[in-house]
């Protein structure tokens, strides 16, 4: 059984950091790009980061890049997103996500994304 589940998540002030964790079971990460997602209330679900399966293939949204990093362990099947310089507007549930492909880039789009965890809720707050 393929399984995601996110970890990191909690309350920060503006300004502060929080590194996310996805921890991938019942399937070969290599295999997989993954994304991050999140989705505030009343809002649609977005597309925060992606990564290729290797890693070598990063992609950002705009309102992140530069304050994001998207990182993998294939050997420890996880996957992270470190959240530095966060804001009231980064407050979300975060899902992470992974898609089998064999291609070297990966794709914001959830959509494309078949595995989702159960996501973890960041709150950006003073």
Same mark, same amino acid.
């Given at each position: 059984?393929?399984?995601?589940?996110?970890?990191?998540?909690?309350?920060?002030?503006?300004?502060?950091?929080?590194?996310?964790?996805?921890?991938?079971?019942?399937?070969?990460?290599?295999?997989?790009?993954?994304?991050?997602?999140?989705?505030?209330? *009343?809002?649609?679900?977005?597309?925060? #980061?992606?990564?290729?399966?290797? !890693?070598?293939? &990063?992609?950002?949204?705009? @309102?992140?890049?530069?304050?994001?990093?998207?990182?993998?362990?294939?050997?420890?099947?996880?996957?992270?997103?470190?959240?530095?310089?966060?804001?009231?507007?980064?407050?979300?549930?975060?899902?992470?996500?992974?898609?089998?492909?064999?291609? *070297?880039?990966?794709?914001?789009?959830? #959509?494309?994304?078949?595995?989702? !965890?159960?996501? &973890?809720?960041?709150?950006? @707050?003073?």
């Amino acid at each position: 059984q393929k399984q995601l589940v996110e970890s990191g998540g909690g309350l920060v002030q503006p300004g502060g950091s929080l590194r996310l964790s996805c921890l991938t079971s019942g399937f070969t990460l290599d295999y997989y790009a993954i994304g991050w997602f999140r989705q505030a209330p *009343g809002k649609e679900r977005e597309g925060v #980061s992606c990564i290729s399966r290797s !890693g070598g293939r &990063t992609n950002y949204a705009d @309102s992140v890049k530069g304050r994001f990093t998207i990182s993998r362990d294939n050997a420890k099947n996880t996957v992270y997103l470190q959240m530095n310089s966060l804001k009231p507007e980064d407050t979300a549930v975060y899902y992470c996500a992974a898609t089998l492909t064999i291609s *070297g880039n990966c794709v914001q789009e959830a #959509s494309q994304y078949n595995y989702w !965890g159960q996501g &973890t809720q960041v709150t950006v @707050s003073s």
